[in-house]
């Protein structure tokens, strides 16, 4: 949103803050998009998630008032510490865009869309078990993510913490396993840029990369949290 917001959520240390590098001092800010001292520089041109618009906010001796702190200091990380399931806000998006590449797959070898290919090439078994494998992979996703969404409270459990994780990075992987499938199955006329498969494909392969739950992070996080590092030793 760096064109288009008005305020941007900031965290932040104060200079004068006597904890140092611990995360009860961080202060949750909201800066003005037009305030003296703020500007939006750099280039976005990436892969996929274009309209995120993800460009380098800088401040530069930028004021931000008291009033515009959004939450008391230190209370952020208490959020993200105690009640973790906020960080699977992305989640749903990427269940429904599956849904969106699945649902495109059905209408597309339906004959439901215009420019699609010949009936002769739309049905056939390979295609049907195609779209099968789309369906069961989708539904897999959905039931562990409304598992884990089930389970969200204060100061969750480790199991379910550990599904949260797993739901994250299941819907991710899933949403770009289903549209490279979707792609396959449908053919190369399904590339086509008037069609929305090529951009689900790449919006979906970007998605698994956002922070702070990537998928490789939420594999590193189950992993540590059910084989922990003997006291005294360093995690690889």
């Known amino acids: 949103l760096a064109d288009a917001a008005h305020y941007f959520g900031v965290l932040a240390r104060l200079d ?15 800066v003005e998009a037009n305030a003296p001292g703020v500007s939006i520089e750099g280039d976005w041109n990436p892969l996929g998630m274009r309209g995120t618009v993800s460009r380098d906010l800088v401040m530069q001796d930028c004021f931000v008032p008291e009033h515009a702190q959004l939450l008391p200091e230190g209370i952020y990380q208490q959020a993200a510490r105690r009640w973790p399931h906020m960080f699977l806000t992305l989640a749903p998006t990427y269940l429904g865009l599956t849904q969106a590449a699945y649902d495109f797959t059905v209408d597309y070898l339906s004959g439901r869309v215009a420019g699609g290919p010949p009936s002769s090439e739309r049905i056939a078994p390979i295609k049907q078990y195609a779209v ?21 409270g204060l100061d969750p459990a480790p199991e ?34 008037p069609l929305p498969l090529e951009r689900y494909y790449r919006d979906a392969r970007c998605g698994a990369l956002m922070q702070p739950w990537t998928a ?12 922990p590092a003997p006291k005294g030793t360093m995690s690889p």
């Open 132 to 152: 099968a494998e789309q369906l069961i992979r989708l539904e897999a996703a959905r039931a562990l993510l409304y598992r884990s969404i089930s389970e969200a």
């Open 216 to 227: 490789d992070n939420c594999l590193e996080r189950i992993g540590s949290s059910v084989l």
């Open 16 to 30: 004068d803050d006597d904890d140092g590098d611990d995360a009860s001092s961080i202060h949750y800010l909201a």
């Open 160 to 193: 379910a913490l550990r599904r949260a994780f797993a739901a994250n990075r299941t819907v991710m992987e899933t949403a770009t396993q289903v549209t490279a499938d979707a792609i396959r199955t449908c053919g190369g006329r399904s590339m086509l840029k």
